[in-house]
């Protein structure tokens, strides 16, 4: 089963407006959450994390939101630039609990239209 | 300073042989882990190092898969008898463990079995 799930495998904005991803999951152990970026033949590289203890964290044009009771995420840039185009993953870990390997959405492919 | 390299970037076998995927993980980070990557699909837990033992390999998928880290530093993925079903993005990430979370991605080995 996916405990990890992004439902839009693909998403179009203007540059300059604001890019919202989202992410949900069911595994009620994870405590710690991560967005990477990956271009292609590239490795993901990361974004930005968020631990389960807050709601939300930025970091200069990114920002993660958690809901916790909805098991929801989401990454918002702002704003978006042709640079931002890439697939962004949604990984989430319990790190907390001793085990932190990572658990992957499918991905969401983002394009920013000039 | 140097990221994750992965050697080699390419690699195609014939259905039957064996092959190993090499990983060299960033100087000082303790943590090592194997992920893959189906096409279409966000990465998938394979295997995670902690020095020289392995501390997690829940995610190999059989036998036939197996990896090492005899020295506490660079990595080895080895494939018996690969089948087509193996072809894949093999990703390798480290970490420092040093109270966070973020693990650092290669660029990957594409592996394509004939």
């Known amino acids: 089963d996916q405990q990890v799930k992004q439902n839009s495998p693909s998403l179009s904005v203007q540059e300059g407006r604001i890019s919202i991803l989202n992410c949900d999951y069911t595994?009620?152990?994870?405590?710690?959450f991560l967005w990477y970026k990956k271009y292609p033949a590239e490795g993901p590289t990361f974004l930005i994390s968020?631990?389960?203890?807050?709601d939300k964290n930025e970091d200069g044009r990114f920002t993660v939101f958690l809901n916790k009771s909805a098991k929801h995420l989401s990454l918002h840039i702002v704003p978006s630039q042709p640079g931002d185009s890439a697939v962004y993953f949604c990984a989430a870990s319990a790190p907390f609990g001793g085990n932190e390997k990572l658990t992957f959405g499918t991905g969401t492919r983002l394009t920013i239209i000039p | 300073g140097a990221g994750v390299s992965q050697t080699p970037s390419n690699k195609v076998t014939e259905k039957g042989k064996y092959v190993e995927l090499r990983c060299d993980p960033i100087?000082?980070?303790?943590?090592l882990y194997w992920y893959r990557q189906s096409l279409g699909q966000g990465p998938e837990f394979l295997i995670y190092f902690q020095g020289t033992g392995a501390a997690d390999d829940s995610g190999l998928p059989n036998d036939r898969f197996f990896a090492v880290r005899p020295e506490g530093s660079v990595s080895t993925l080895k494939i018996q008898r690969t089948e087509r079903g193996d072809s894949a993005v093999y990703l390798c990430?480290?970490?420092?463990?040093?109270?966070?979370?973020?693990?650092?991605f290669g660029p990957g080995t594409r592996l394509t079995v004939t």
């Open positions: 968020i631990s389960s203890i807050k």
């Open positions: 100087s000082g980070h303790t943590a």
């Open positions: 990430a480290s970490s420092p463990r040093d109270g966070t979370y973020e693990q650092y």
């Open positions: 595994n009620s152990m994870f405590d710690y």
